[in-house]
């Protein structure tokens, strides 16, 4: 006989419901709606873009940095805004891993050499966010976003000194949809100015051409990064 | 629904609809790995090995007709075949062969009790598939076999479907064989120089020169006499000998046939076993400067001449016997490299001589030291 699931709710739901329950009492009191944010901090790959080994959907991505600026805009309560984003995103590829995972095929035949470069993304999004809990100046703030990013893939070249150039991955751009979601957490400093924490995932799924195969094709990479950024935001 | 609704939908089905299936690849074209892997399912534990292949293996996929007494329970050596497909894979990087029994009804008129050793099927049944206007509509399949009490070569004409022609039962080729052993016959096409090729493109018109077409040319410009290289210990040792037809005729259908001993080819020991594709002879000989026992040496064509013979060296080599190896050029463009197959009495395999394959180096090119 089938276990029936337990009646639970999910831990995201649940602090969903509580952050709604306690909206009406964060009113903001600050006069202006309008905001400008701009922020830099870390970009983390993470899931198999950041896998370094040769298996289907590695990215071989490595920690990079990543610029973002946001215009806000909040209704009348100051609860619900809506935002436009630029963002620069740059991760370094994992050349110790790529050259690593060439000398673990390749053994003894030969001496491995590679080269790589970077992935670059720039995106451009709009989504809302909502204003939540705060407790002495500093308030917490969801956000989720969609846009578009164009995503530009890094040139890769493996040489082996026996088998000669085994690899070659020329670069690539492509323009994909892409997703952001994310918590910020902000502290004013004064009735126009706030600095702020932030974590987001973004999520991307550009098609790249591969045109120095033997068979010339197309693959995707499953783009995931974590941004972790502080940044100042300026009301107005 | 408004209309920022519905360019959002449209974007996302767009975005699914262009995404495509497929990863992004760590090698450019496949290699056949160096390591010297046991053909496992082929082998059995009786001796396995004289195998032969095709000269042009197209796609990932091949045959292979190799000599066994398995079927005998060691009492003769019969042709077995197998159907072999390559799987590799270009991203994880791994290399593997799937070999399947294939009935193969030729080998069935071909086999008696007594020994068949040394296939060897010509290509022109290449030419046949890959021409509109065929040279040929048979293939020749070359043997050697004791069923006359000494070894002797023989030959016999096949379909394209693999059925030895109806009234033409195996024959001997008369003119290479004596009172001693021969075997190992394989043919050396006369390749044109490339100022011959030059003229005879020119001359045709023909510019395309993709491999099929290639072989073609290389054919028609080629001199209208066949040459050939066997085995035979006439001189005492096993040594390499080369056969030259009369003009306008086969080897198997001359009736004088210019046989010189390959002096730079052959030692004092016994040099066995020839196969050439292409620009590269393989053979196997217990000389000395080897790493014991039967090791195998290989020799490039070039300006008419071989060069002096090179050991394949330890990667390949060992103490025991290394024995009858056979290149498989592998579809260039697909794969970086060929493969060779050889047998060896080698610890560690299933039971007496084993098949096993290994990768060489580029196309024309051989490194034995991988330095």
């Given at each position: 006989?089938?276990?029936?699931?337990?009646?639970?709710?999910?831990?995201?739901?649940?602090?969903?419901?509580?952050?709604?329950?306690?909206?009406?009492?964060?009113?903001?009191?600050?006069?202006?709606?309008?905001?400008?944010?701009?922020?830099?901090?870390?970009?983390?790959?993470?899931?198999?873009?950041?896998?370094?080994?040769?298996?289907?959907?590695?990215?071989?991505?490595?920690?990079?940095?990543?610029?973002?600026?946001?215009?806000?805009?909040?209704?009348?309560?100051?609860?619900?805004?809506?935002?436009?984003?630029?963002?620069?995103t740059y991760?370094?590829?994992?050349?110790k891993?790529?050259?690593?995972?060439?000398?673990?095929?390749?053994?003894d035949?030969?001496?491995?050499?590679?080269?790589?470069?970077?992935?670059?993304?720039?995106?451009?999004?709009?989504?809302?966010?909502?204003?939540?809990?705060?407790?002495?100046?500093?308030?917490?703030?969801?956000?989720?976003?969609?846009?578009?990013?164009?995503?530009?893939h890094?040139?890769?070249?493996?040489?082996?000194?026996?088998?000669?150039?085994?690899?070659?991955?020329?670069?690539?751009?492509?323009?994909?949809?892409?997703?952001?979601?994310?918590?910020?957490?902000?502290?004013?400093?004064?009735?126009?100015?706030?600095?702020?924490?932030?974590?987001?995932?973004?999520?991307?799924?550009?098609?790249?051409?591969?045109?120095?195969?033997?068979?010339?094709?197309?693959?995707?990479?499953?783009?995931?990064?974590?941004?972790?950024?502080?940044?100042?935001?300026?009301?107005? | 629904?408004?209309?920022?609704?519905?360019?959002?939908?449209?974007?996302?089905?767009?975005?699914?609809?262009?995404?495509c299936?497929?990863?992004?690849?760590?090698?450019?074209?496949?290699?056949?790995?160096?390591?010297?892997?046991?053909?496992?399912?082929?082998?059995s534990?009786?001796?396995?090995?004289?195998?032969?292949?095709?000269?042009?293996?197209?796609?990932?996929?091949?045959?292979?007709?190799?000599?066994?007494?398995?079927?005998?329970?060691?009492?003769?050596?019969?042709?077995?075949?197998?159907?072999?497909?390559?799987?590799?894979?270009?991203?994880?990087?791994?290399?593997?062969?799937?070999?399947?029994?294939?009935?193969y009804?030729?080998?069935?008129?071909?086999?008696s009790?007594?020994?068949?050793?040394?296939?060897?099927?010509?290509?022109?049944?290449l030419?046949?598939?890959?021409?509109?206007?065929?040279l040929?509509?048979?293939?020749?399949?070359?043997f050697?076999?004791?069923?006359?009490?000494?070894?002797?070569?023989?030959?016999?004409?096949?379909?394209?479907?693999?059925?030895?022609?109806?009234?033409?039962?195996p024959?001997?080729?008369?003119?290479?064989?004596?009172?001693?052993?021969e075997?190992?016959?394989?043919?050396?096409?006369?390749?044109?120089?490339?100022?011959?090729?030059?003229?005879y493109?020119?001359?045709?018109?023909?510019?395309?020169?993709?491999?099929?077409?290639?072989?073609?040319?290389?054919?028609?410009?080629?001199?209208?006499?066949?040459?050939c290289?066997?085995t035979?210990?006439?001189?005492?040792?096993?040594?390499?000998?080369?056969?030259?037809?009369?003009?306008?005729?086969?080897?198997?259908?001359?009736?004088?046939?210019?046989?010189?001993?390959?002096?730079?080819?052959?030692?004092?020991?016994?040099d066995?076993?020839?196969?050439?594709?292409?620009?590269?002879?393989?053979?196997?000989?217990?000389?000395?400067?080897?790493?014991?026992?039967?090791?195998?040496?290989?020799?490039?064509?070039?300006?008419?001449?071989?060069?002096?013979?090179?050991?394949?060296?330890?990667?390949?080599?060992?103490?025991?016997?290394?024995?009858?190896?056979?290149?498989?050029?592998?579809?260039?463009?697909?794969?970086?490299?060929?493969?060779?197959?050889?047998?060896?009495?080698?610890?560690?395999?299933?039971?007496?001589?084993?098949?096993?394959?290994?990768?060489?180096?580029?196309?024309?090119?051989?490194n034995?030291?991988?330095?």
């Amino acid at each position: 006989m089938k276990k029936q699931a337990p009646n639970t709710i999910p831990p995201l739901l649940l602090i969903a419901l509580i952050l709604l329950c306690v909206l009406p009492l964060n009113a903001q009191e600050t006069v202006n709606r309008n905001a400008l944010s701009l922020s830099a901090g870390a970009a983390v790959p993470y899931a198999e873009f950041a896998n370094s080994s040769f298996t289907w959907r590695s990215g071989f991505a490595s920690t990079g940095m990543n610029l973002d600026a946001k215009l806000i805009h909040y209704g009348k309560r100051k609860i619900f805004g809506i935002y436009a984003d630029a963002g620069y995103t740059y991760l370094f590829f994992n050349e110790k891993q790529y050259l690593a995972e060439y000398e673990r095929i390749f053994e003894d035949e030969g001496t491995m050499s590679v080269t790589t470069g970077g992935y670059h993304f720039l995106k451009a999004e709009a989504g809302f966010l909502i204003r939540t809990i705060t407790i002495r100046d500093t308030r917490i703030i969801l956000q989720t976003g969609v846009g578009y990013t164009l995503c530009r893939h890094p040139y890769l070249s493996a040489v082996n000194t026996y088998w000669g150039t085994v690899n070659t991955v020329n670069s690539d751009l492509d323009m994909q949809l892409s997703g952001t979601a994310g918590i910020l957490v902000e502290h004013t400093l004064d009735e126009y100015t706030g600095i702020h924490l932030s974590w987001q995932l973004f999520a991307c799924k550009p098609d790249f051409r591969d045109r120095e195969s033997y068979r010339e094709h197309t693959f995707y990479l499953p783009v995931r990064i974590q941004h972790i950024n502080i940044g100042l935001t300026r009301y107005f | 629904m408004h209309t920022s609704g519905k360019i959002l939908l449209l974007s996302l089905a767009l975005s699914l609809a262009t995404s495509c299936d497929q990863y992004r690849l760590n090698l450019d074209i496949a290699i056949v790995p160096r390591e010297v892997t046991n053909f496992t399912d082929v082998n059995s534990t009786h001796d396995d090995f004289n195998s032969a292949g095709p000269f042009y293996a197209a796609g990932d996929a091949f045959n292979l007709v190799f000599s066994t007494n398995r079927n005998s329970n060691g009492a003769d050596f019969d042709f077995d075949n197998y159907m072999c497909y390559i799987n590799y894979d270009q991203v994880n990087i791994s290399f593997d062969i799937w070999p399947d029994p294939w009935n193969y009804p030729l080998l069935d008129t071909i086999n008696s009790m007594y020994n068949e050793w040394g296939p060897y099927l010509t290509d022109e049944l290449l030419e046949y598939y890959y021409q509109d206007e065929a040279l040929s509509d048979t293939g020749r399949f070359f043997f050697s076999s004791d069923r006359e009490g000494n070894q002797d070569i023989y030959y016999c004409y096949y379909s394209p479907g693999g059925t030895v022609i109806p009234g033409q039962a195996p024959a001997s080729v008369s003119s290479l064989n004596t009172e001693f052993e021969e075997g190992y016959l394989c043919l050396h096409p006369e390749a044109p120089t490339d100022k011959e090729m030059q003229a005879y493109q020119e001359a045709t018109a023909y510019q395309e020169t993709t491999a099929n077409q290639e072989i073609l040319i290389k054919q028609a410009a080629a001199p209208n006499t066949e040459t050939c290289y066997f085995t035979s210990n006439r001189d005492g040792t096993f040594d390499i000998f080369k056969a030259t037809g009369e003009a306008n005729r086969r080897i198997e259908t001359s009736g004088v046939l210019q046989i010189t001993k390959v002096d730079l080819l052959s030692s004092s020991a016994d040099d066995k076993c020839p196969y050439i594709v292409n620009n590269m002879m393989v053979f196997t000989s217990d000389r000395a400067g080897g790493q014991g026992g039967f090791d195998l040496w290989y020799s490039i064509y070039t300006d008419g001449n071989w060069s002096a013979p090179e050991n394949f060296g330890p990667g390949i080599n060992t103490e025991y016997d290394e024995y009858r190896p056979v290149i498989i050029p592998l579809e260039p463009g697909l794969f970086l490299n060929d493969m060779l197959i050889f047998s060896s009495n080698r610890p560690g395999g299933t039971g007496g001589f084993d098949l096993y394959y290994t990768g060489l180096n580029k196309r024309g090119e051989t490194n034995a030291s991988g330095t």
